[in-house]
């Protein structure tokens, strides 16, 4: 080749061919670190909360139902939803768990019942490189009051593994299944339970 002149590789050539799939070995290999960094980083706490309230606000669409998630505008309520004439109303508390976890925090106001029309929904949300299932246990507010009220009375009650009387704070929780309460409360019965705001809403 001539001193000043420029030359192409051919595809064919054995050196042009080596070198490519090495550069493809590389770029694979930095593609599936990158990846697997984005999928595994843990997901703030708040951004998990709010991906929660979408899927729980797209299955009750999916059901015919009205559903708004108020972005934290109403004291209470993550979800309103509604019947698609908008006479019925139902106020939709969201807490967010990631499935395989034992218990789900629901806060001291759990302990108040604020009406057959409020509902508690726990929202399983897996990672997003997980292949576990979402799970939604869907539980009437005057359920969730008398059951953690006295879950948390009877561990309230019973004495700690040191054998000194516990100490009181606001954190209320509820087992997830196959765990019960404190009580002997399982929440099974409410895995997917749709129909209990759809009966507040259609019937």
């Known amino acids: 080749m001539a001193k000043g002149t420029w030359t192409t590789a051919s595809a064919d050539d054995p050196i042009y061919k080596e070198g490519f799939q090495i550069s493809s070995r590389s770029y694979s290999r930095e593609y599936a670190k990158k990846t697997t960094k984005m999928t595994t980083r843990k997901i703030d706490k708040n951004a998990r909360g709010s991906a929660s309230q979408f899927f729980i606000a797209g299955q009750l669409c999916r059901r015919g139902l009205v559903a708004v998630v108020t972005m934290g505008n109403t004291p209470n309520t993550d979800i309103l939803c509604s019947n698609s004439e908008g006479t019925k109303f139902v106020h939709i508390q969201v807490k967010t768990y990631v499935p395989g976890s034992r218990t789900v925090s629901v806060g001291k106001k759990a302990e108040k019942d604020y009406g057959r029309n409020f509902i508690w929904v726990l929202g399983g949300i897996p ?14 507010s005057p359920e969730v009051s008398k059951n953690v009220r006295e879950s948390h009375s009877h561990w309230l009650s019973s004495p700690s593994k040191n054998g000194k009387p516990r100490k009181d704070s606001d954190v209320r929780t509820i087992n997830l299944p196959p765990h019960r ?23």
């Open 181 to 203: 309460s404190h009580c002997g409360w399982s929440i099974e019965q409410y895995k997917n339970r749709w129909d209990i705001i759809e009966d507040l809403l259609l019937a």
């Open 127 to 140: 990672h997003a490189d997980s292949e576990e299932d979402f799970e939604y246990f869907i539980i009437p």
